[in-house]
């Protein structure tokens, strides 16, 4: 992987110790992304900001609250160069999105296809980062995300969430698996590629 992201946020206090020991231990090759999920107030988050850009963090998600559009384009223009302030993970719609950019809140939005309006909702929010010449990443989802994010012109690059991984290989067949840091979608599968295994699905069902 290129890239690894982390949780921050939940002790700030331990904070830059816990980014210390992941730079450490992923060492000088990766970028190393933070998500916050909005539990920094303003200044917290530019003071962590500052002082993370010397661990290389080159992407911080949800510094404060994604709801606060201005907070989050004080980040932005504050935050050190090259790191990108990114959120738009809760995006249920298309308005919502078009808030944000509008703000000028973020330098990477965020889409789901699975909140957003499956699909068609993920590339409307697609056809927005192109129109606003903003980059999108997808969130959580990485199979659903593979094929979307390659109709996608401003995709750069989407999550690989352990948990969501691993359902995904446990449930689907057809769920792609990274290589070189790379997912690719299977070529010779019809619509997403995506097979539900119902034997090891039929003990969830309710
Ligand atoms: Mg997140």
């Keep these: 992987m290129r890239h690894v992201k982390m949780k921050v946020g939940r002790q700030p206090g331990r904070d830059l110790a816990r980014v210390r020991t992941a730079r450490a231990a992923i060492g000088a090759g990766p970028e190393l992304f933070v998500d916050a999920n909005g539990a920094y107030r303003r200044k917290e988050a530019l ?41 738009g993970e809760y995006g249920y719609d298309q308005p919502y999105f078009r808030r944000m950019l509008d703000a000028q809140a973020v330098d990477v939005l965020q889409a789901d296809a699975t909140r957003c309006g499956g699909i068609t909702g993920f590339l409307s929010a697609a056809a927005l980062c192109e129109a606003y010449g903003v980059p999108l990443s997808s969130h ?36 792609p698996e990274p290589a070189d840091g790379m997912l690719s979608p299977f070529r010779d599968r019809a619509g997403l590629g995506l097979e539900l295994k119902e034997p090891e699905a039929r003990c969830y069902a309710i």
């Design 140 to 175: 959580c989802a990485p199979s659903l995300h593979t094929p979307l994010c390659c109709a996608a012109p401003a995709a750069i690059h989407l999550e690989y969430f352990h948990d969501h991984a691993r359902i995904e290989h446990m449930l689907f067949e057809g769920a």
């Design 47 to 87: 003071a962590f900001a500052d002082a993370a850009a010397g661990l290389d963090v080159t992407w911080f998600e949800e510094p404060v609250s994604s709801d606060d559009l201005d907070g989050l384009r004080l980040l932005r223009d504050r935050a050190p160069p090259g790191m990108a302030i990114t959120a």
